[in-house]
């Protein structure tokens, strides 16, 4: 058994090479011990959770866990990080997140890492036998999000994606009402013009004590360290870089196009064809400190379109709301936004909310709970890993129709472009060696 704030040698952590073995071949191994017949803990059972990841959402999330859970490990390529969190909870850090999945004493795993290193522990997870709370967006590529879907079928895990507005019941009153014909037929949907990333070549600065930079690179290229890389909304942060996320095309875009999707009732599908109006997409290249806004600014630029094979178009604009959208339709408009749900004639919302108290705060808690449950259940969460993937690649549609600059067309299905090699190039991407994601 490990102890307490137990570390290993940089020398034998999370090399290049047994990374890849890691990923590829982690035995699938349940909590022995733990569980009753069927592999899921008791309903009056604690489940056991680790968490990978020790940042800010990290945080968020272990502090809305609910009380049948309980943590009992932390993984960050942070050293420190992770001390000081596991201090906080009385449980045991670790700088190698394998050391989490090798624990028979764990049945979950919470993942809230940088955008590029969701999928390569999340599929690690579900081959070591652990359910998944993975942090959105859920992948750093549409073919990412392919994989992890395959691995989560494959594992028989549960997965719940980190889009917490699926457990807002106002939220769900909304989309279904817009889905079951409110307003009748849907002609358009207005949502945010979220910004897609810019490219970063920021001086060096002394890596801090404890951080493992290269294992926090992943499968990017390492490039020198610097804060506003690693603070993920910094100045501007790696959240707005495009070698580590899709910028709030993927950020605040995944929570978004998820209440479009649930609202069209396109869940296991997607868009058909994406275009941009306005000018090229020309992203700056960031090489000091700048203003996130100034950079947004510029990569808030052209503005995206989607046509869904019904007909809905979605379109991108400066006002529209960054938690979901102004759906229109041919008897009148409900706007739906994080905890927001307003309609006209107004009293089609009226009317709904007469039957219950639908006036919930935001409640990241309630998503977790949901997971916890289906956990002791094996029931299918509110945002199943399949929901998560669709609403990302919506996501990273928009990101490459900007990078393209062309009328693009799509088969949701094959999840491939129609007659594009350019643009199929960017639906997935080289990994460094050691780092490679695993096909399942």
């Known amino acids: 058994m490990s102890t307490p704030h137990q570390t290993v040698s940089r020398r034998g952590f999370l090399t290049r090479a047994s990374l890849l073995a890691a990923a590829a071949a982690v035995p699938v191994t349940m909590p022995s011990g733990r569980l009753r017949a069927g592999g899921q803990p008791a309903a009056n059972d604690r489940v056991h959770i680790g968490c990978i990841g020790a940042g800010r959402r990290a945080k968020d999330l272990r502090e809305a866990l609910p009380k049948n859970a309980r943590i009992v490990a932390i993984a960050d390529c942070n050293l420190p990080a992770a001390e000081a969190a596991a201090a906080q909870h009385q449980c045991r850090a670790y ?32 081959q070591a036998g652990k359910d998944v709370y993975l942090e959105k967006p859920m992948t750093l590529t549409i073919r990412e999000g392919r994989q992890l879907v395959n691995a989560v079928r494959k594992y028989r895990r549960v997965f719940q994606t980190g889009s917490q507005q699926r457990s807002i019941a106002l939220n769900r009153l909304g989309c279904e009402l817009v889905r079951n014909g409110a307003i009748g037929r849907i002609q358009l949907v207005i949502a945010a013009n979220y910004e897609s990333p810019w490219q970063c070549a920021l001086p060096a600065q002394p890596i801090p004590a404890g951080l493992d930079w290269d294992t926090w690179c992943g499968q990017t290229e390492v490039v020198p360290y610097n804060r506003d890389i690693q603070i993920p909304r910094a100045n501007p942060g790696w959240i707005s870089f495009r070698p580590w996320s899709g910028g709030e095309m993927t950020g605040w875009g ?121 956990i002791q259940s094996r029931d299918m ?60």
Do not use: M
């Open 95 to 126: 700088r190698d997140y394998r050391q989490i999945l090798e624990s028979n004493e764990i049945d979950a795993v919470v993942i809230a890492t940088p955008d590029h290193w969701h999928t390569l522990p999340a599929i690690a997870a579900c």
């Open 381 to 440: 969460p509110r945002a199943d890993v399949e929901i998560g993937h669709r609403s990302t690649t919506v996501c990273h549609l928009g990101n490459i129709a900007r990078w393209i600059g062309r009328r693009l067309h799509w088969d949701p299905s094959r999840e491939q472009f129609v007659g594009d090699d350019e643009a199929n190039a960017l639906v997935w991407r080289p990994q460094r060696q050691g780092f490679e994601i695993p096909d399942v």
């Open 254 to 374: 995944s929570h978004g196009f998820d209440q479009i999707q649930w609202a069209l009732g396109t869940d296991d599908t997607g868009p058909v064809e994406i275009w941009t109006e306005g000018a090229p997409f020309q992203p700056p290249t960031y090489t000091q400190t700048g203003s996130i806004a100034d950079g947004n600014k510029l990569c808030g630029r052209p503005h995206v379109r989607f046509r869904y094979a019904n007909g809905v178009v979605v379109q991108l604009e400066d006002d529209g709301k960054r938690g979901g959208g102004k759906f229109i339709g041919d008897q009148g408009t409900i706007t739906i936004d994080r905890n927001y749900l307003q309609s006209d004639p107004p009293e089609i919302v009226a009317e709904a909310l007469k039957s219950g108290d639908f006036r919930t705060p935001h409640d990241t808690g309630a998503h977790l709970a949901d997971w916890i449950a289906c």
